[in-house]
């Protein structure tokens, strides 16, 4: 068939070996779906759930046609220069009749708003073009080290890597949601001439667009279209204790131990890596961790949680690699040998080189469940670090990895997002409720398998402390509501260092107010080496009496916030609501609130202004129009739409909270 029919709630066209398809997804949303092969795929990997039956309307004319869904309209037109076989996508407001995103005319063959080159058999290298508008900023995207919230005249890398989430949905201040429903290897490109979405192997186009009149609704019919986030476990929202690492069962529980001796808060505590066999058995190394079951139990008697950390890499000298590798459970290569990552593990000297279990396979997800079960579960363990998810190879040539869905350069992006549903999915069938997994890479729709997100191994310093606010809050624009750092950060800390022990006051004051509060790193001096090696103290009593006395009043202060994060939550579970959101999200009519990057809200009623300077004891704040604000530490009431200078002495964060909402100060 050729030119412009429907079938059912699908606008389609299809001339000069290009099929284009739109229908409705959702409330006032869509999904467009193109292709250069003879027919559009339902079954490939994505994030999309199936939408509601929707009211909408389809018009075709002999010449162009549109489908509306609620408040978004798009119209298919002819490209340009007399090309009628070519139709060019214009996406607009149907209550005003502005334009939201369009793609641009063609102005040659070569300059086509879509362009797909062979890449062997049925895929194709392939771009997607849009128009840029000069006023426009755009956020989400994922998780990045960049240093930017408003990521307009950036070239975003569609790929996993460890402190890099790809997750290729983003807001526009012009009204509109867009997620890239593709998880190849790619790049977006938001230049001041186009945006161009690049998949570097791909069937074909998918993308879904929303509108809505506030950044509130654009991420609530997202969180319908891609899943909503399950409630967080109340203990979640405490503090989680950790370090780069905990040798010995008996070093964990003294650990413990020392925080109940001190009274001090404590929710989780975490067992990182090397704790195993070896990579891929699974299970805790008997001789350094001899009774888990009755860790576990002593640990819970404390109300706290144990979360130990799961690697996906599968050794080849661990007792599940033949059978693995003869079920085809394992991440192939394309050429050479299934070895992807070269690491050290336990009892070997020198690195090894490891392989990937593929969580594209049903049957390896089941798999890795039952080893975990049988190693971990049934000992008590019942909260997941899992770690270096991307997966993690080197060196990152994608395209010579073999999932059980397809080439790597085509699929494994989405690797983190079915991981944690194998985990997710193994916790529902133990009647388990309260589940979460915290990892160091997602992709769009790990929300709904109950993935946290942090920021990966960044560097203990101010520069990268600063970085992690705009990393943060683009996580929360892009439905990851569950989101932390290592406080501290992960490299290079030094224990004695002046600056250092600053810095760690600074992030934790910051730590308070993020979704998950959570201390981390790989402390200096330490020792041992290699799989031996465990970095020094990272105890909240570990920096110094000065840093010690400011800390634990924080723990304090976590404890009596908890019944607002836990209102922040049901938010987030219930509407997509990120508990940490830009100024913007609560404020859009306030054009300045777009441009702040190093304030945020936590929740509609306090305002959060980090002191991310070494030596800085105060700090300029900029308080939204359409409020007025009290100084949570002083009381003081200060009208909206102004700048402050805002005292900032070493052991106070500025905080403002919304006088109207009446939120008991800090102190």
């Given at each position: 068939m050729s030119g412009f029919h429907r079938d059912g709630d699908k606008l389609i066209f299809e001339r000069s070996n290009e099929i284009i398809q739109i229908q409705p997804w959702g409330a006032d949303s869509l999904r467009v779906r193109t292709t250069a092969n003879r027919m559009i795929r339902d079954d490939l990997p994505g994030a999309l759930l199936a939408p509601e039956p929707a009211d909408f309307q389809i018009e075709i004319h002999e010449k162009h046609a549109s489908i509306q869904n609620g408040a978004i309209l798009a119209e298919l037109n002819p490209a340009g220069n007399h090309r009628e076989d070519r139709m060019s996508l214009k996406f607009s407001n149907a209550l005003t009749g502005e334009e939201v995103l369009a793609e641009p005319?063609?102005?040659?063959?070569?300059?086509?708003?879509?362009?797909?080159?062979?890449?062997?058999?049925?895929?194709?290298?392939?771009?997607?073009?849009?128009?840029?508008?000069?006023?426009?900023?755009?956020?989400?995207?994922?998780?990045?080290?960049?240093?930017?919230?408003?990521?307009?005249?950036?070239?975003?890398?569609?790929?996993?890597?460890?402190?890099?989430?790809?997750?290729?949905?983003?807001?526009?201040?012009?009204?509109?949601?867009?997620?890239?429903?593709?998880?190849?290897?790619?790049?977006?490109?938001?230049?001041?001439?186009?945006?161009?979405?690049?998949?570097?192997?791909?069937?074909?186009?998918?993308?879904?667009?929303?509108?809505?009149?506030?950044?509130?609704?654009?991420?609530?019919?997202?969180?319908?279209?891609?899943?909503?986030?399950?409630?967080?476990?109340?203990?979640?929202?405490?503090?989680?204790?950790?370090?780069?690492?905990?040798?010995?069962?008996?070093?964990?529980?003294?650990?413990?131990?020392?925080?109940?001796?001190?009274?001090?808060?404590?929710?989780?505590?975490?067992?990182?890596?090397?704790?195993?066999?070896?990579?891929?058995?699974?299970?805790?190394?008997?001789?350094?961790?001899?009774?888990?079951?009755?860790?576990?139990?002593?640990?819970?008697?404390?109300?706290?949680?144990?979360?130990?950390?799961?690697?996906?890499?599968?050794?080849?000298?661990?007792?599940?690699?033949?059978?693995?590798?003869?079920?085809?459970?394992?991440?192939?290569?394309?050429?050479?040998?299934?070895?992807?990552?070269?690491?050290?593990?336990?009892?070997?000297?020198?690195?090894?080189?490891?392989?990937?279990?593929?969580?594209?396979?049903?049957?390896?997800?089941?798999?890795?469940?039952?080893?975990?079960?049988?190693?971990?579960?049934?000992?008590?363990?019942?909260?997941?670090?899992?770690?270096?998810?991307?997966?993690?190879?080197?060196?990152?040539?994608?395209?010579?990895?073999?999932?059980?869905?397809?080439?790597?350069?085509?699929?494994?992006?989405?690797?983190?997002?079915?991981?944690?549903?194998?985990?997710?999915?193994?916790?529902?069938?133990?009647?388990?409720?309260?589940?979460?997994?915290?990892?160091?890479?997602?992709?769009?729709?790990?929300?709904?398998?109950?993935?946290?997100?942090?920021?990966?191994?960044?560097?203990?310093?101010?520069?990268?402390?600063?970085?992690?606010?705009?990393?943060?809050?683009?996580?929360?624009?892009?439905?990851?509501?569950?989101?932390?750092?290592?406080?501290?950060?992960?490299?290079?800390g030094e224990l004695h260092d002046p600056t250092f022990q600053e810095l760690v006051i600074r992030w934790f004051q910051y730590g308070l107010f993020c979704p998950l509060f959570r201390l981390h790193g790989n402390r200096l001096p330490g020792n041992g080496s290699g799989a031996s090696w465990s970095g020094g103290p990272n105890e909240v009593w570990s920096f110094g009496e000065e840093a010690y006395d400011i800390i634990k009043e924080l723990l304090f202060l976590r404890e009596r916030l908890k019944p607002y994060i836990m209102e922040q939550m049901k938010a987030a579970h219930e509407n997509g609501t990120p508990p940490m959101r830009p100024l913007f999200f609560d404020f859009p009519g306030d054009p300045q609130t777009w441009d702040i990057d190093d304030q945020f809200m936590f929740g509609p009623d306090y305002l959060v202004a980090p002191v991310l300077e070494y030596g800085a004891r105060a700090r300029k704040v900029y308080l939204p129009a359409g409020s007025t604000w009290r100084d949570a530490w002083r009381g003081e009431v200060q009208q909206g739409g102004q700048w402050l200078e805002v005292a900032a002495p070493l052991d106070q964060i500025p905080v403002f909270t919304r006088s109207e909402a009446e939120r008991p100060l800090l102190r």
């Open positions: 005319p063609a102005h040659f063959p070569r300059y086509l708003p879509r362009s797909y080159r062979p890449a062997g058999g049925d895929h194709y290298r392939i771009e997607q073009r849009f128009k840029a508008y000069e006023d426009e900023k755009i956020y989400g995207l994922g998780q990045h080290q960049h240093g930017l919230l408003d990521q307009k005249g950036s070239v975003i890398d569609l790929f996993q890597i460890n402190t890099e989430v790809c997750i290729p949905f983003m807001l526009s201040n012009r009204g509109y949601g867009f997620l890239w429903h593709n998880p190849a290897v790619g790049r977006v490109e938001l230049g001041t001439t186009q945006t161009r979405w690049v998949a570097e192997s791909s069937q074909q186009i998918d993308y879904w667009i929303t509108l809505a009149d506030t950044p509130a609704g654009i991420l609530s019919n997202y969180a319908d279209a891609s899943g909503h986030a399950p409630l967080l476990p109340e203990w979640a929202a405490g503090f989680w204790q950790c370090k780069l690492r905990y040798r010995t069962q008996e070093e964990l529980l003294e650990v413990a131990r020392e925080y109940q001796r001190r009274g001090l808060p404590l929710d989780v505590i975490v067992v990182d890596y090397f704790h195993w066999s070896t990579q891929g058995d699974w299970q805790f190394d008997p001789e350094c961790w001899p009774d888990p079951t009755g860790m576990t139990r002593e640990l819970d008697e404390m109300g706290v949680k144990l979360m130990v950390s799961i690697w996906p890499t599968v050794n080849p000298i661990s007792k599940n690699y033949a059978e693995m590798r003869e079920q085809g459970l394992l991440v192939r290569s394309e050429s050479g040998i299934p070895a992807q990552m070269d690491f050290v593990d336990v009892g070997q000297e020198g690195p090894t080189f490891v392989a990937y279990y593929d969580p594209t396979n049903l049957a390896a997800r089941h798999f890795i469940w039952e080893q975990v079960r049988k190693g971990y579960y049934q000992h008590g363990v019942k909260v997941w670090w899992l770690d270096a998810c991307e997966p993690e190879i080197f060196p990152r040539h994608p395209e010579n990895l073999r999932y059980h869905l397809g080439n790597g350069l085509a699929v494994t992006n989405i690797y983190p997002m079915l991981h944690a549903r194998a985990f997710y999915e193994g916790m529902q069938a133990e009647g388990e409720s309260e589940i979460i997994s915290l990892c160091r890479s997602a992709w769009a729709g790990s929300q709904r398998y109950g993935a946290a997100l942090w920021s990966g191994d960044v560097q203990s310093n101010f520069e990268e402390f600063r970085a992690q606010l705009p990393a943060g809050l683009n996580a929360a624009i892009s439905g990851i509501p569950w989101w932390t750092t290592d406080i501290g950060g992960f490299f290079n």
